[in-house]
């Protein structure tokens, strides 16, 4: 890649403790993103992806539970180093997550117009007028009626709606990376194709990167730029998305693909992992 | 009356529910969660049931099983109308009719152990079955679905979630049922998990000739698994077919539009 990466992440190591028992979640984990791409990890549950997101702007639970080594730079600091003052500004300022399950991550008490605010208020002191924010940031993410939304609960809103509304507070500080952590994996196809849409939508305009985690190899091969496939904590496989399914080197790659049933191509059996390759029981 | 093929028979069912009543006590505008449909399911066969969230699609799998009201409609089972029986007259049906739920994280009672949630079902309708052979009738179901019969006395919480659905679907086995329906059954699966998890449902469905009605969202697992697909929206079914007719040569705006919506590769 020619361009300076925007996030560099080296020699990542996460472990987590319990009692006398260590257990390794990510393991010399290296990658890097360049400002405007898309860089999907894949993998299954417990392969170390969603940890590996977490620990970028240290998330996890502090020592003695949980310790990352290594280190993650942005814009020439490590945010491993970082005191948590710092740390708090890049938290959804620099560096901004949407998680799997809308509803679970919307704060239920508050209106999606407070919730919004709230991230406004917190890292773009300048903003005077915080409610046209609100209203241009729902606008953002194509919601028709923003003044109505943003009086909303989380409850009185659909998956899709709730998705966006997290998108739009994400994006409400103008983050450079923006983490999505499985974003269309609770929501229909439907849906999920509109989410998806919006998000490449969004990544043009503003030119950001996106870290996306995923299972699904379909929403990779049409959203993303850069692939890296983690199994059991480690990075197994990674590089230019058409390159590595063409390629499919790793076996678990090629595991991961064949197991997806696809649309006019009917098979007697679907193809499952062998004992070897799987990562939960 | 029925065709004798048919298992199931559904016809003109409609689920609606009252509208929120306003400030002056005026009911509300009732919501059709389902209205008007009709379809049969033939007996080992695998139909397949399709559409987005708020389609209707889960409400016709649970108005099928009594856990939703029906407004209006027939549903027959080998012939007779169990649409319209009590509760009590039901429950032998429940018997032959079982379900499947998407979210193996909340559909297992998490303070139960394997055994008891097992067994439960045992006691309904096999009430006159002695403790030990429960016992080993959970863990032949555990043999069932690929588990190991040491997994009896652990809880939900300790189990992966392919692990939970493979519980799921041994508890809904153990009353021996001839028709299951399976409410997104792989959704909330890992791809490799789900591939796994659908190879179990046709091989039980080969050994124990099993009849399916297979709710899902995902219309690429919904055209592997069926013998028939129902596309519903808006509480309607808008088009059906075999998965050919369906896939190759969809007639209606909204089946395209759902399988526009697909990801290839």
């Given at each position: 890649m020619s361009a300076e990466p925007l996030l560099k992440v080296q020699d990542l190591c996460i472990t987590f403790h319990a009692g006398d028992s260590a257990t390794v979640a990510a393991q010399d984990v290296t990658f890097s993103i360049a400002a405007g791409e898309v860089l999907a990890v894949v993998g299954e549950s417990g392969s170390g992806k969603s940890v590996t997101a977490l620990a970028l702007t240290r998330l996890l639970p502090p020592p003695p539970t949980c310790t990352v080594t290594g280190s993650v730079m942005l814009g020439g600091v490590d945010l491993l180093k970082l005191p948590d003052d710092k740390l708090a500004k890049v938290r959804g300022g620099s560096i901004a997550y949407i998680f799997q399950e809308p509803g679970t991550s919307l704060n239920p008490v508050y209106t999606i117009g407070f919730q919004i605010g709230e991230a406004i208020a917190l890292h773009?002191?300048?903003?005077?007028d915080i409610k046209s924010e609100i209203q241009r940031a729902l606008q953002e993410v194509r919601i028709t009626e923003p003044e109505r939304v943003a009086n909303q609960y989380p409850h009185e809103l659909s998956g899709g709606m709730q998705q966006r509304a997290m998108i739009a507070m994400a994006l409400a500080c103008n983050p450079k990376i923006l983490v999505a952590d499985e974003p269309t994996t609770a929501l229909d196809v439907t849906i999920q194709k509109e989410i998806m849409d919006l998000l490449a939508r969004l990544r043009r305009e503003r030119g950001m990167s996106i870290l996306l985690i995923t299972h699904n190899f379909g929403i990779v091969a049409n959203f993303a730029d850069q692939v890296q496939v983690m199994w059991k904590g480690r990075i197994v496989e990674h590089g230019p998305v058409s390159e590595i399914m063409r390629t499919q080197a790793h076996p678990y790659t090629r595991a991961l693909i064949a197991c997806i049933p696809r649309l006019g191509q009917r098979r007697r059996r679907l193809t499952t992992l062998t004992e070897e390759l799987k990562v939960s029981p | 009356m029925s065709h004798a093929d048919n298992l199931l028979e559904v016809r003109g069912l409609a689920v609606h529910y009252p509208g929120r009543a306003n400030w002056f006590f005026q009911k509300g505008v009732p919501k059709k969660a389902v209205d008007d449909i009709s379809f049969v399911i033939p007996k080992g066969k695998t139909v397949g049931l399709v559409g987005e969230s708020g389609s209707g699609k889960t409400t016709t799998g649970r108005a099928i099983v009594k856990l939703a009201p029906l407004t209006a409609g027939q549903i027959f089972y080998q012939g007779t109308?169990?649409?319209?029986?009590?509760n009590a007259e039901f429950l032998p049906w429940r018997k032959k009719i079982q379900m499947i739920f998407q979210d193996p994280y909340n559909s297992l009672?998490?303070?139960?152990d394997i055994l008891s949630i097992l067994s439960e079902p045992l006691e309904i309708h096999f009430p006159q079955m002695s403790r030990s052979d429960r016992a080993e009738r959970c863990v032949e179901l555990l043999r069932c679905v690929q588990l190991p019969a040491e997994h009896l006395r652990r809880h939900p919480h300790e189990f992966s979630g392919g692990q939970r659905q493979r519980i799921g679907i041994a508890r809904a086995l153990a009353v021996q049922p001839e028709l299951i329906i399976c409410d997104?059954?792989?959704?909330?699966?890992?791809v490799s998990v789900q591939a796994e998890v659908v190879n179990l449902l046709q091989d039980l469905q080969e050994q124990l000739g099993l009849t399916y009605l297979f709710i899902a969202h995902d219309l690429a697992v919904v055209e592997h698994v069926s013998d028939h697909i129902l596309v519903m929206s808006k509480g309607g079914i808008v088009e059906q077919g075999s998965p050919a007719e369906i896939l190759g040569n969809p007639q209606e705006a909204y089946t395209k539009t759902l399988l526009a919506a697909v990801p290839r590769f």
């Amino acid at each position: 890649m020619s361009a300076e990466p925007l996030l560099k992440v080296q020699d990542l190591c996460i472990t987590f403790h319990a009692g006398d028992s260590a257990t390794v979640a990510a393991q010399d984990v290296t990658f890097s993103i360049a400002a405007g791409e898309v860089l999907a990890v894949v993998g299954e549950s417990g392969s170390g992806k969603s940890v590996t997101a977490l620990a970028l702007t240290r998330l996890l639970p502090p020592p003695p539970t949980c310790t990352v080594t290594g280190s993650v730079m942005l814009g020439g600091v490590d945010l491993l180093k970082l005191p948590d003052d710092k740390l708090a500004k890049v938290r959804g300022g620099s560096i901004a997550y949407i998680f799997q399950e809308p509803g679970t991550s919307l704060n239920p008490v508050y209106t999606i117009g407070f919730q919004i605010g709230e991230a406004i208020a917190l890292h773009r002191p300048e903003v005077k007028d915080i409610k046209s924010e609100i209203q241009r940031a729902l606008q953002e993410v194509r919601i028709t009626e923003p003044e109505r939304v943003a009086n909303q609960y989380p409850h009185e809103l659909s998956g899709g709606m709730q998705q966006r509304a997290m998108i739009a507070m994400a994006l409400a500080c103008n983050p450079k990376i923006l983490v999505a952590d499985e974003p269309t994996t609770a929501l229909d196809v439907t849906i999920q194709k509109e989410i998806m849409d919006l998000l490449a939508r969004l990544r043009r305009e503003r030119g950001m990167s996106i870290l996306l985690i995923t299972h699904n190899f379909g929403i990779v091969a049409n959203f993303a730029d850069q692939v890296q496939v983690m199994w059991k904590g480690r990075i197994v496989e990674h590089g230019p998305v058409s390159e590595i399914m063409r390629t499919q080197a790793h076996p678990y790659t090629r595991a991961l693909i064949a197991c997806i049933p696809r649309l006019g191509q009917r098979r007697r059996r679907l193809t499952t992992l062998t004992e070897e390759l799987k990562v939960s029981p | 009356m029925s065709h004798a093929d048919n298992l199931l028979e559904v016809r003109g069912l409609a689920v609606h529910y009252p509208g929120r009543a306003n400030w002056f006590f005026q009911k509300g505008v009732p919501k059709k969660a389902v209205d008007d449909i009709s379809f049969v399911i033939p007996k080992g066969k695998t139909v397949g049931l399709v559409g987005e969230s708020g389609s209707g699609k889960t409400t016709t799998g649970r108005a099928i099983v009594k856990l939703a009201p029906l407004t209006a409609g027939q549903i027959f089972y080998q012939g007779t109308d169990i649409g319209s029986l009590s509760n009590a007259e039901f429950l032998p049906w429940r018997k032959k009719i079982q379900m499947i739920f998407q979210d193996p994280y909340n559909s297992l009672n998490p303070r139960a152990d394997i055994l008891s949630i097992l067994s439960e079902p045992l006691e309904i309708h096999f009430p006159q079955m002695s403790r030990s052979d429960r016992a080993e009738r959970c863990v032949e179901l555990l043999r069932c679905v690929q588990l190991p019969a040491e997994h009896l006395r652990r809880h939900p919480h300790e189990f992966s979630g392919g692990q939970r659905q493979r519980i799921g679907i041994a508890r809904a086995l153990a009353v021996q049922p001839e028709l299951i329906i399976c409410d997104e059954p792989v959704s909330a699966l890992d791809v490799s998990v789900q591939a796994e998890v659908v190879n179990l449902l046709q091989d039980l469905q080969e050994q124990l000739g099993l009849t399916y009605l297979f709710i899902a969202h995902d219309l690429a697992v919904v055209e592997h698994v069926s013998d028939h697909i129902l596309v519903m929206s808006k509480g309607g079914i808008v088009e059906q077919g075999s998965p050919a007719e369906i896939l190759g040569n969809p007639q209606e705006a909204y089946t395209k539009t759902l399988l526009a919506a697909v990801p290839r590769f």
